[in-house]
Nanobody, 122 residues
Framework: QVQLVESGGGSVQAGGSLKLSCVAS????????MGWYRQAPGKERELVSR???????SYAEFVEGRFTISRDRASNTLYLQLTSLKTDDTAVYYC????????????????WGRGTQVTVSS
C-alpha cells in the first residue's frame, strides 16, 4: 500500500522560505514520477513541480525559479524547497506520485498525500 506523508508547511512572511518533505512508503519510482501540487482556497488543484524517475525536473510557470524539487532515493523522500515566497503561494501543498498504467498515457497521478498548509503573509 502506497502512503505519502508530507511535512514542513507553516506560516512565513513574504520573501521567506520553507522546505516541504514527503516520505513515501510502498512506492519505488522506477518508471514514473513524483511531484507537488497545490490548492489555494476557491481554486483548483494545480501542478507545481514534477521529478521523473530519471531525475528530470519541471516546474509550473508561476514558480519563476523560486522553488526546487529534489529526491533522496535512500530515504525515499521527496522535497520541495520554497524560497522568495509570495502571498499568492498560500495553499495546501500535496505530494503526489504517478502509477505506471501500461497504456497511454504511460503514467497517471494516482497517489496523494493529505497535504501540508503553507501560509504566506505580507
Amino acid at each position: 500500500q502506497v502512503q505519502l506523508v508530507e511535512s514542513g508547511g507553516g506560516s512565513v512572511q513574504a520573501g521567506g522560505s520553507l522546505k516541504l518533505s514527503c516520505v513515501a512508503s510502498g512506492y519505488f519510482p522506477t518508471t514514473c514520477g513524483m511531484g507537488w501540487y497545490r490548492q489555494a482556497p476557491g481554486k483548483e488543484r494545480e501542478l507545481v513541480s514534477r521529478i521523473s524517475a530519471n531525475g528530470t525536473t519541471s516546474y509550473a510557470e508561476f514558480v519563476e525559479g523560486r522553488f526546487t524539487i529534489s529526491r533522496d532515493r535512500a530515504s525515499n523522500t521527496l522535497y520541495l524547497q520554497l524560497t522568495s515566497l509570495k502571498t499568492d503561494d498560500t495553499a495546501v501543498y500535496y505530494c503526489a506520485a504517478e502509477r505506471f498504467t501500461g497504456s497511454e498515457p504511460r503514467c497517471a497521478w494516482t497517489y496523494w498525500g493529505r497535504g501540508t498548509q503553507v501560509t504566506v503573509s505580507s
